[in-house]
Structures are given as C-alpha cells and as structure tokens.
C-alpha cells in the first residue's frame, strides 16, 4: 500500500518546451507529408514530398517510386523540425490559430517563391495548375496550424500561474 502511495505522490519528469516543439514539428511535417503524398497520388497536386527532397536532387527510377515518396516523407519531417523551432524562436507568445494559418501561408511563399530555383522537380508558379496551388497552399496552412497551435499551447500551459490545492487554504 505504501508502494502505490508514493507511485502516486511522485510527479512526472517535465519535457522542455523545445523538445516537445522539436517532436510537434517532425509529427506536424509526417502528417501533413502524407496528406500530401495522397494528394498527389490521386492527382489533386502536380507535387510530391518526394518532387522537393528526393527528385530535385536525384533524377532516377527509384526516386518516382514507392520508396522515393517514403523518403521524401522522412525528409520533409525532419526539415518540418527546423520549421517548428523558427515558429518557437518567433511566434510562441501567439494566441489563437490566425499566427499558425498566417505562418504556414508565409512557408508556402517561401518555398513556392524564393526557394523554387533549388528545387528542380518543382515546377516555377506560373506552371503549376490551379489544383496544385490550392491543394498545397491548404496543405502548409494545415502544417502552419498544427505546429503553431500546438507549440502557443505548450508554452501557455507552461507559463500559466498553477493553483495549488495541496495547501488546504
């Protein structure tokens, strides 16, 4: 009995608030990835994961298959890590979804506008069709809410005054 009382009393070890962004951007990046390697199986985006980290950069028949988007996923996971700490280092003071939608939508023109010379599998904007603007544009848009929301929440809840009913007053 006395085992369980002190399994009870004893508090959970705190994960840093950077770590857990850390892990909500390469969650954040998955999900939506996959969302988007779907998209672009069923035709709705001229894109892929794949089309800006594995094609751009290595133009073989592996890279169109099953396993070039498998590792696009992975890659763009990763590199979605890199998105959720400028969104800490920047935007986690935020509140509501507006900063998240606002923050994928400056990604997108990021990636669509100034870094599209890099990316050599992606079409330039003038080429892509309307499909794939407004599938991608909605897909960063998600990406951006996930990770913003989720990392304002994180850093709310940890900085909130906590009410301690331990005392008895």
Not at 19 to 44: E, Q, R
Not at 95 to 109: D, E, F, K, S, T
Request: hydrophobic share 45%; charged share 10%.
């Amino acid at each position: 009995m006395e085992d369980k009382q002190l399994e009870q009393n004893q508090q959970e070890k705190q994960v840093s608030i950077v770590n857990k962004s850390l892990l909500t951007g390469f969650v954040g990046g998955m999900i939506w990835s996959i969302f988007g390697a779907l998209a672009y199986y069923f035709s709705f985006t001229e894109v892929s994961p794949a089309s800006f980290v594995i094609r751009s950069f290595w133009q073989t028949s592996w890279s169109s298959a099953f396993l070039g988007e498998v590792l696009g996923i992975i890659g763009v996971s990763l590199v979605a890590i890199i998105g959720a700490l400028v969104y800490y280092l920047m935007l986690k003071k935020t509140n509501g979804v507006m900063p998240g939608i606002l923050y994928g939508l400056a990604i997108w023109g990021v990636i669509f506008y100034l870094l599209n010379p890099i990316f050599a599998a992606v079409p330039a904007l003038p080429d892509l069709t309307s499909d794939t603007i407004v599938t991608t544009i909605c897909l960063f848009v998600l990406y951006g809410t996930f990770v913003g929301y989720s990392i304002s929440y994180e850093y709310h809840d940890l900085n909130q005054p906590s009410t301690d009913t331990t005392s008895g007053k």
